[in-house]
């Protein structure tokens, strides 16, 4: 078992040396810590990984990278006792933490320690006293060998367990949920030694008397210990806990609420004919009409599909003063209308090129053309209260995908006209995961709620799942894009036979149109700067998307990521966002605020010292 | 008067409406009756009144034959099934005139259907009944055809599967339901179930096992070698206690393992016993969970680590294990009697079964270890515990107190300080005058160790008459009360005033003392021996004792040795007959055998060096210098030889016996 497996890694800590052996050593180390500790941020948290060279009494020796610790002092009386720390404190956000320490030789009187210390205040000296024996000081907690008594920052210990010697194993558990902490020896929980302790501890030994040598394990080999397991039954009790949350005391409140956060979502993404059944069948009221939630799924589809042109065209036709207020935004749009010129999809070089639109479009048959708009987050994206990209939609593990959507085939022929609207459909219907996870499945039941990531199969759950509530003939993709591009299908098999993609489509009157439309945005850029100042955020945008140029083969160069069809989304997102404000309805869905609000929280938690946000990922509720 | 009236009222109206379903289960149209079966169906639904009076009416007779009528349509017996699978979910009354009107052989026949829908009724319907305490369970092995039939049901459907394995783990109750159970193929068709994708089918498998495995060498044999979809059945066991397990499922499988290690096929070293069954039962014990459950984890606990010291050690220092079991003694709490009499009535009902769990685990624990009892007895109040116990109603609490004093007298250190400044023998011997026959030998046993020279509790317990009621156990029909009884008479014979030990032959007298001699159980005559051997010591002992029993002492001892006998029995009966030649007229005895002289020569000549040993120091008793008459017995035993047999044994590789031989020597040349 793990005990046997583990008392032979720590000797092989002791006998291989070597690079590949610490390199090896590392990577296990890494692994094993993010399996134990998922929810900590290392950037901000880091975990302990070996004794601090500078945090240490100079009677303590370091070795084996900082694993060893022995004792070099004279060890006449308990005043030569020392200790050493950890790198770095105990992070709340490991919500039980724990690590090993094998006795190599109890040495002269086996006067060893073991525990837990507060970093002293004076960090400029070495105040001795707080170097005394793990236990002995304030805000100091250990176990000692020579009589198994537990020293809560006292001088005078409590009987606790029983001694222990050279060949043992003394492992220490802290638990971050209730702030307590219990030993094991040898793989054996001896109980709860200390209760209310204070956060911020890091791992400390001390040792007094000569000879004395222990090992720390920290990660880098198998616990003697079971302590995944005593994890599970942490984690077990949090999710329980969070599954019993009492909500809500009126009967039907609750669900009426999760009613109104998804019928909300599917406003804001313009998902209209689901969000009209959606609607339908739970008695609520939409409170956009109809016919505006049209007009934005039109904007955004044409946005997704790298029709710019017409997308800042339609903009300005039903939104006449929305760009004019917003001048950056406007750019940003011009500058995506570039792009999508580089890349031959935008309509003005399109018609130039004559050449289907399509042709470099939207990958129907990759899994993942068009993601949930919301699902982007960067920095200049509306998810601004720290919503995590991970968070929304569950979708993130598909990036891959889209990075190289040429991998995948175009999807059978005869269907290719209907799947970016089933697409779309797919990420609505990804987006009530959270949602089916809660409490108000019965809601859920009538949609969609594939994970697969298969195409086929997907349509095949969309005309299951969502016509037959879909009353008004189409589906959410609106029904003008959807049938138009008829036409290409031929194109697009053409095109996907071609190997190379060119310029522009490799139309010559449509690169001079672009290098036209190069220059005009030069200039707007440069008016821009003239009226609202430096913008380096729009500088930036405009040198990437000028640079695609200094390729031959711009999808294949470093700034061909520009290219994807992805980076249309937060185009999008924040276009959609927008237009919303002018209509005073919120730029973010309160359903992604939740979630957003949620991993807030429990990043709050992290730094607060809670440390039940350990077992309570909000992406454990989203897939 | 008139509340009353309306009372009775509601009764024949209620019976009233229960005779009309009883009426349509005759209804000549099959249709109506399939009808009237569904609306009692609906009727009897919780409610407890309507259920006993439809079985008073007679409603389970009919549907009884409705059920077994090939004429009736699949869907009536069906639904026949299920009503009476109701009526059994009532009270016990009700599964008794369930059981009387034979309705386990008739849902056993309905098993026989190819209806699947009709067997997982009856199958449920036959649950109910047999989870019952007042349901026989021989009742399921009358006809030796169901065993076989239910395993084969087993891969019908999750629901047969549930009810047969909850069936059988209500209904394996000993070893011979065990290995019925086992012949019939219960491991290979059980095992998979264990992996079931219904926690209930699992868990009942669980259960099967557990109960299988009991004390049981060739179940848990076969179970260790059992692969479940190419994983150990030992592992599969061990993922069961993972500790996000429901509780229940992480005891059973405890129990599982616990089992199959007492039953030495999992060693107690394996560290599926050592790290993983252990301290899941040691955390069945803790506060967090039932009172239930703690009491069953601290059985199971005790049972497992009752033969192996490691694991004592082990448990003793795991989860402060002895200071978590002090709380087991604080049930009913103060807190519970003023808050709440519904948390009060629980914890008084499990108030005794804590209680004897907490001292059987604590008997276990200590029964081995020094280290391990001082820290019990250092446990707060917990002498004043057991001897509270000693004298709890509850003969489980009882038992299980004097088994936890008993571990614990096992200390001397414990006999000197705790047990005497508790006086603990007062209780005992209260308990030692009235009580059933395991409880007695529990607290004899005891009592032996209270009775060691060095315990300060001897004397007043000698004073309290306690050596009656020891000769009165001597003549028990229990080996174990006999053995006991002689035993504690030895203990206190040794190094005792003449007094005690006049006193202690005066009571037991000699013809129950040579019954004894010649106890058909070793263990009895060996303490008997050893008895003689203590109450013979010190010259004027033995000769006051020689002097009134001589003949048949060296009677009893002639036909010991004659007999066929270990040597432990021959050596102590031989050391017997060195201190009778100790005495100064006690000798006589001897040197006037010829035939027991012989018998000595013999002895000296043995193969077996410590026969040889006692047999010289007889010889060497015999011939000592300084007493009276020394010259003549030695010269009559120089002219028998022994002289001789001395000189050769002088020559032993043996030291002792060369100098036990030399020393005799030098006897004659003083």
Redesign the interface.
């Given at each position: 078992?793990s005990?046997?497996s583990s008392g032979g890694g720590f000797l092989m800590s002791v006998v291989v040396h070597g690079d590949s052996a610490l390199n090896e050593q590392e990577k296990e180390l890494n692994q094993r810590l993010r399996r134990l500790y998922p929810a900590v941020n290392e950037n901000e948290t880091p975990l302990p990984r070996s004794w601090s060279p500078k945090d240490k009494f100079s009677y303590i020796g370091l070795s084996q990278n900082n694993l060893r610790v022995h004792y070099k002092g004279h060890g006449k009386t308990p005043k030569d006792a020392a200790s050493v720390r950890a790198t770095h404190p105990i992070p709340a956000a490991c919500g039980v933490y724990y690590f090993e320490v094998k006795i190599i030789s109890k040495g002269r009187d086996g006067y060893m320690g073991i525990g837990l210390s507060a970093q002293g205040v004076n960090m400029n000296r070495l105040p001795d006293i707080t170097f005394a024996k793990a236990g002995w000081d304030k805000h100091s907690y250990g176990y000692h060998g020579d009589d198994g008594h537990s020293f809560c920052s006292s001088g005078t210990g409590q009987p606790y367990?029983?001694t222990f010697t050279t060949g043992d194993v003394i492992g220490c558990c802290v638990n971050l949920i209730n702030n307590t902490c219990?030993y094991t020896?040898n793989?054996?929980?001896?109980?709860?030694a200390f209760t209310d302790l204070p956060p911020n501890l890091y791992p400390t030994v001390g040792l007094q008397t000569p000879g004395e040598v222990v090992d720390a394990n920290f990660g880098q080999h198998p616990f003697v210990f079971?302590i995944e397991?005593?994890m599970?039954?942490w984690?077990?009790k949090i999710q329980a806990q969070i599954d019993r949350f009492p909500i809500g005391e009126r009967e039907g409140e609750w669900q009426s609420m999760i009613q109104k956060m998804v019928a909300s979502y599917l406003v804001h993404h313009s998902y209209c004919a689901t969000a009209e059944a959606f609607a339908k069948s739970t008695d609520q009221a939409v409170h956009e009409e109809l016919a505006s939630i049209k007009n934005r799924q039109k904007i955004q589809k044409l946005v997704l599909s790298g029709r710019m042109g017409e997308a800042i065209e339609t903009t300005q036709q039903l939104y006449p003063n929305l760009l004019e207020r917003n001048p950056d935004l406007l750019f940003m749009l011009k500058v995506r209308q570039f792009i999508e010129m580089v890349n031959g999809t935008d309509s003005e070089v399109r018609c130039l090129g004559g050449r289907s639109p399509k042709s470099q479009d939207s990958y129907p048959g990759s899994p993942r053309p068009f993601s949930s708009p919301s699902h982007k987050a960067s920095s200049s994206q509306p998810y601004l209260t720290g919503f995590d990209s991970n968070c929304c939609n569950g979708v993130t593990s598909n990036k891959s995908h889209s990075s190289s959507p040429h991998s995948h085939k175009p999807c059978p022929p005869g269907s290719g006209s209907t799947l970016p609207a089933s697409d779309i459909s797919l990420n609505g219907s990804r987006s009530q995961q959270p949602i089916t996870r809660g409490s108000s499945t019965a809601v859920m039941s009538k949609l969609p709620a594939s994970q697969s990531n298969d195409v086929d199969m997907e349509v095949d759950h969309f005309t299951n799942g969502v016509t037959e509530s879909s009353s008004n003939g189409f589906l959410n993709g609106t029904s003008k894009h959807t049938t138009e591009p008829d036409d290409c299908d031929a194109d697009m098999e053409v095109e996907s036979a071609q190997s190379k993609r060119q310029l522009c489509g490799g139309s010559q009157a449509a690169i001079e149109r672009m290098i036209h439309f190069g220059r005009e945005l030069q200039s707007m850029s440069e008016h821009l700067r003239r009226e609202c100042g430096k913008n380096s955020a729009n500088k930036k945008m405009l040198k990437d998307a000028f640079s695609l140029l200094a390729y031959s083969d711009p999808w294949n160069s470093p700034v061909g990521y520009q290219l994807d069809a992805i980076q249309r989304e937060p185009v999008c997102s924040t276009l959609n966002s927008a237009i919303l404000e002018t209509h005073n309805l919120p730029k973010q869905p309160p359903l992604a605020q939740a979630v957003g609000q949620a991993a807030q929280c429990l990043a709050m938690m992290a730094r607060t010292g809670s440390g039940s946000c350990a077992f309570a990922s909000v992406d454990d509720y989203l897939h | 008067m008139q509340k009353g009236g309306s009372v009775i009222e509601d009764i024949m109206e209620v019976t009233a409406t229960s005779r009309h379903y009883v009426d349509r289960l005759f209804d000549p149209d099959p249709q109506k009756v399939l009808q009237g079966v569904i609306d009692m169906k609906n009727a009897v639904i919780g409610n407890n009144k309507q259920k006993a009076n439809l079985i008073v009416l007679g409603a389970v007779p009919r549907l009884l034959y409705l059920l077994q009528q090939s004429s009736s349509s699949m869907e009536l017996r069906t639904e026949c099934a299920v009503v009476l699978g109701s009526l059994a979910m009532g009270t016990e009354n009700n599964i008794k005139s369930l059981v009387d009107c034979h309705i386990i052989p008739a849902l056993l026949q309905g098993l026989l259907s190819s209806d699947l829908i009709f067997i997982e009724a009856c199958l449920r319907c036959l649950r109910t009944v047999f989870i019952s305490p007042v349901t026989p369970v021989q009742l399921l092995y009358t006809d030796p055809t169901v065993i076989p039939h239910l395993m084969s049901l087993l891969s019908n459907s999750l629901r047969t599967q549930e009810y047969i394995t909850q069936i059988f783990s209500h209904c394996c109750k000993t070893p011979e339901h065990q290995t019925i159970l086992f012949n019939h193929g219960a491991i290979q068709n059980i095992a998979p179930l264990l992996i079931s994708p219904s926690y209930k089918v699992r868990m009942q498998a669980l259960k099967c096992f557990s109960v299988l495995a009991y004390e049981n060498t060739q179940v848990s044999m076969t179970l260790v070698n059992v692969l479940v979809d190419g994983e150990l059945l030992t592992q599969v066991f061990v993922k069961m206690m993972q500790r996000d397990q429901p509780i229940e499922m992480q005891l059973t499988a405890a129990k599982c393992l616990t089992y199959m290690c007492r039953a030495s096929a999992i060693r107690t070293d394996d560290s599926c016993i050592v790290l993983k069954t252990l301290p899941c039962l040691v955390r069945m014990c803790s506060k967090e969970h039932l009172l239930e459950e703690r009491v069953e984890g601290a059985e199971t606990l005790a049972y497992l680590m009752e033969p192996d010291v490691e694991l004592q050690r082990i448990a003793s220092t795991t989860d402060h294990l002895v200071a978590m079991l002090a709380d087991y003694f604080k049930y009913p709490s103060s807190v519970s009697a003023i808050t709440d009499i519904k948390r009060l009535d629980h914890d008084l009902k499990h108030a005794h079964e804590l209680r004897q769990a907490a001292f059987k685990l604590y008997a276990s624990l200590g029964s081995n270890d020094e280290d391990i009892r001082k820290k019990i007895t250092e446990t707060e109040n917990m002498m004043d515990r057991i001897v509270s116990g000693l004298s709890e109603s509850s003969i489980k609490v009882r038992l299980a107190a004097v088994r936890c004093l008993h571990s614990l007298s096992r200390s001397v250190q414990q006999l000197r300080t705790s047990f005497h400044d508790h006086a603990v023998w007062k209780p005992l011997m209260k308990l030692l005058q009235n009580a059933p026959d395991e409880v007695l030998v529990m607290a004899s046993s005891t009592l032996c160790n209270l009775l060691l020279e060095f315990s300060p509790s001897k004397e007043p317990i000698l004073e309290s008459g306690v050596i009656e009621l020891l000769c009165s156990l001597t003549q028990s029909d229990s080996p174990a009360l006999r053995v006991n009884g002689i035993w504690a008479l030895m203990n206190m014979a040794f190094q005792a005033d003449q007094k005690v030990k006049v006193e202690i032959v005066r009571c037991l007298g000699t013809e129950q003392l040579f019954r004894l001699l010649s106890d058909p159980d070793t263990n009895v005559l060996m303490k008997t021996l050893g008895l003689l051997r203590n109450l013979l010591s010190t010259r004027p002992h033995i000769d006051q004792i020689m002097s009134s029993h001589g003949k048949q002492i060296m009677q009893a001892v002639t036909l010991i040795l004659e007999a066929e006998h270990s040597i432990e029995v021959k050596e102590q009966t031989l050391c017997i007959l060195a201190n009778i030649a100790d005495g100064n007229t006690a000798k006589d005895l001897i040197m006037t055998n010829d035939d027991m002289l012989q018998k000595i020569k013999y002895y000296m000549g043995h193969s077996n060096v410590k026969l040889q040993l006692a047999a010289t120091f007889c010889v060497s008793n015999l011939i000592w210098n300084e007493e009276d008459g020394s010259q003549e017995r030695q010269d009559k035993l120089r002219e028998m030889g022994f002289v001789d047999i001395l000189h050769k044994l002088t020559q032993s590789s043996d030291p002792n016996l060369s100098d036990r031989a030399k020393t005799a020597l030098q006897q004659y040349l003083a």
């Amino acid at each position: 078992m793990s005990g046997q497996s583990s008392g032979g890694g720590f000797l092989m800590s002791v006998v291989v040396h070597g690079d590949s052996a610490l390199n090896e050593q590392e990577k296990e180390l890494n692994q094993r810590l993010r399996r134990l500790y998922p929810a900590v941020n290392e950037n901000e948290t880091p975990l302990p990984r070996s004794w601090s060279p500078k945090d240490k009494f100079s009677y303590i020796g370091l070795s084996q990278n900082n694993l060893r610790v022995h004792y070099k002092g004279h060890g006449k009386t308990p005043k030569d006792a020392a200790s050493v720390r950890a790198t770095h404190p105990i992070p709340a956000a490991c919500g039980v933490y724990y690590f090993e320490v094998k006795i190599i030789s109890k040495g002269r009187d086996g006067y060893m320690g073991i525990g837990l210390s507060a970093q002293g205040v004076n960090m400029n000296r070495l105040p001795d006293i707080t170097f005394a024996k793990a236990g002995w000081d304030k805000h100091s907690y250990g176990y000692h060998g020579d009589d198994g008594h537990s020293f809560c920052s006292s001088g005078t210990g409590q009987p606790y367990g029983p001694t222990f010697t050279t060949g043992d194993v003394i492992g220490c558990c802290v638990n971050l949920i209730n702030n307590t902490c219990f030993y094991t020896k040898n793989g054996h929980s001896l109980g709860i030694a200390f209760t209310d302790l204070p956060p911020n501890l890091y791992p400390t030994v001390g040792l007094q008397t000569p000879g004395e040598v222990v090992d720390a394990n920290f990660g880098q080999h198998p616990f003697v210990f079971d302590i995944e397991d005593y994890m599970r039954e942490w984690r077990t009790k949090i999710q329980a806990q969070i599954d019993r949350f009492p909500i809500g005391e009126r009967e039907g409140e609750w669900q009426s609420m999760i009613q109104k956060m998804v019928a909300s979502y599917l406003v804001h993404h313009s998902y209209c004919a689901t969000a009209e059944a959606f609607a339908k069948s739970t008695d609520q009221a939409v409170h956009e009409e109809l016919a505006s939630i049209k007009n934005r799924q039109k904007i955004q589809k044409l946005v997704l599909s790298g029709r710019m042109g017409e997308a800042i065209e339609t903009t300005q036709q039903l939104y006449p003063n929305l760009l004019e207020r917003n001048p950056d935004l406007l750019f940003m749009l011009k500058v995506r209308q570039f792009i999508e010129m580089v890349n031959g999809t935008d309509s003005e070089v399109r018609c130039l090129g004559g050449r289907s639109p399509k042709s470099q479009d939207s990958y129907p048959g990759s899994p993942r053309p068009f993601s949930s708009p919301s699902h982007k987050a960067s920095s200049s994206q509306p998810y601004l209260t720290g919503f995590d990209s991970n968070c929304c939609n569950g979708v993130t593990s598909n990036k891959s995908h889209s990075s190289s959507p040429h991998s995948h085939k175009p999807c059978p022929p005869g269907s290719g006209s209907t799947l970016p609207a089933s697409d779309i459909s797919l990420n609505g219907s990804r987006s009530q995961q959270p949602i089916t996870r809660g409490s108000s499945t019965a809601v859920m039941s009538k949609l969609p709620a594939s994970q697969s990531n298969d195409v086929d199969m997907e349509v095949d759950h969309f005309t299951n799942g969502v016509t037959e509530s879909s009353s008004n003939g189409f589906l959410n993709g609106t029904s003008k894009h959807t049938t138009e591009p008829d036409d290409c299908d031929a194109d697009m098999e053409v095109e996907s036979a071609q190997s190379k993609r060119q310029l522009c489509g490799g139309s010559q009157a449509a690169i001079e149109r672009m290098i036209h439309f190069g220059r005009e945005l030069q200039s707007m850029s440069e008016h821009l700067r003239r009226e609202c100042g430096k913008n380096s955020a729009n500088k930036k945008m405009l040198k990437d998307a000028f640079s695609l140029l200094a390729y031959s083969d711009p999808w294949n160069s470093p700034v061909g990521y520009q290219l994807d069809a992805i980076q249309r989304e937060p185009v999008c997102s924040t276009l959609n966002s927008a237009i919303l404000e002018t209509h005073n309805l919120p730029k973010q869905p309160p359903l992604a605020q939740a979630v957003g609000q949620a991993a807030q929280c429990l990043a709050m938690m992290a730094r607060t010292g809670s440390g039940s946000c350990a077992f309570a990922s909000v992406d454990d509720y989203l897939h | 008067m008139q509340k009353g009236g309306s009372v009775i009222e509601d009764i024949m109206e209620v019976t009233a409406t229960s005779r009309h379903y009883v009426d349509r289960l005759f209804d000549p149209d099959p249709q109506k009756v399939l009808q009237g079966v569904i609306d009692m169906k609906n009727a009897v639904i919780g409610n407890n009144k309507q259920k006993a009076n439809l079985i008073v009416l007679g409603a389970v007779p009919r549907l009884l034959y409705l059920l077994q009528q090939s004429s009736s349509s699949m869907e009536l017996r069906t639904e026949c099934a299920v009503v009476l699978g109701s009526l059994a979910m009532g009270t016990e009354n009700n599964i008794k005139s369930l059981v009387d009107c034979h309705i386990i052989p008739a849902l056993l026949q309905g098993l026989l259907s190819s209806d699947l829908i009709f067997i997982e009724a009856c199958l449920r319907c036959l649950r109910t009944v047999f989870i019952s305490p007042v349901t026989p369970v021989q009742l399921l092995y009358t006809d030796p055809t169901v065993i076989p039939h239910l395993m084969s049901l087993l891969s019908n459907s999750l629901r047969t599967q549930e009810y047969i394995t909850q069936i059988f783990s209500h209904c394996c109750k000993t070893p011979e339901h065990q290995t019925i159970l086992f012949n019939h193929g219960a491991i290979q068709n059980i095992a998979p179930l264990l992996i079931s994708p219904s926690y209930k089918v699992r868990m009942q498998a669980l259960k099967c096992f557990s109960v299988l495995a009991y004390e049981n060498t060739q179940v848990s044999m076969t179970l260790v070698n059992v692969l479940v979809d190419g994983e150990l059945l030992t592992q599969v066991f061990v993922k069961m206690m993972q500790r996000d397990q429901p509780i229940e499922m992480q005891l059973t499988a405890a129990k599982c393992l616990t089992y199959m290690c007492r039953a030495s096929a999992i060693r107690t070293d394996d560290s599926c016993i050592v790290l993983k069954t252990l301290p899941c039962l040691v955390r069945m014990c803790s506060k967090e969970h039932l009172l239930e459950e703690r009491v069953e984890g601290a059985e199971t606990l005790a049972y497992l680590m009752e033969p192996d010291v490691e694991l004592q050690r082990i448990a003793s220092t795991t989860d402060h294990l002895v200071a978590m079991l002090a709380d087991y003694f604080k049930y009913p709490s103060s807190v519970s009697a003023i808050t709440d009499i519904k948390r009060l009535d629980h914890d008084l009902k499990h108030a005794h079964e804590l209680r004897q769990a907490a001292f059987k685990l604590y008997a276990s624990l200590g029964s081995n270890d020094e280290d391990i009892r001082k820290k019990i007895t250092e446990t707060e109040n917990m002498m004043d515990r057991i001897v509270s116990g000693l004298s709890e109603s509850s003969i489980k609490v009882r038992l299980a107190a004097v088994r936890c004093l008993h571990s614990l007298s096992r200390s001397v250190q414990q006999l000197r300080t705790s047990f005497h400044d508790h006086a603990v023998w007062k209780p005992l011997m209260k308990l030692l005058q009235n009580a059933p026959d395991e409880v007695l030998v529990m607290a004899s046993s005891t009592l032996c160790n209270l009775l060691l020279e060095f315990s300060p509790s001897k004397e007043p317990i000698l004073e309290s008459g306690v050596i009656e009621l020891l000769c009165s156990l001597t003549q028990s029909d229990s080996p174990a009360l006999r053995v006991n009884g002689i035993w504690a008479l030895m203990n206190m014979a040794f190094q005792a005033d003449q007094k005690v030990k006049v006193e202690i032959v005066r009571c037991l007298g000699t013809e129950q003392l040579f019954r004894l001699l010649s106890d058909p159980d070793t263990n009895v005559l060996m303490k008997t021996l050893g008895l003689l051997r203590n109450l013979l010591s010190t010259r004027p002992h033995i000769d006051q004792i020689m002097s009134s029993h001589g003949k048949q002492i060296m009677q009893a001892v002639t036909l010991i040795l004659e007999a066929e006998h270990s040597i432990e029995v021959k050596e102590q009966t031989l050391c017997i007959l060195a201190n009778i030649a100790d005495g100064n007229t006690a000798k006589d005895l001897i040197m006037t055998n010829d035939d027991m002289l012989q018998k000595i020569k013999y002895y000296m000549g043995h193969s077996n060096v410590k026969l040889q040993l006692a047999a010289t120091f007889c010889v060497s008793n015999l011939i000592w210098n300084e007493e009276d008459g020394s010259q003549e017995r030695q010269d009559k035993l120089r002219e028998m030889g022994f002289v001789d047999i001395l000189h050769k044994l002088t020559q032993s590789s043996d030291p002792n016996l060369s100098d036990r031989a030399k020393t005799a020597l030098q006897q004659y040349l003083a």
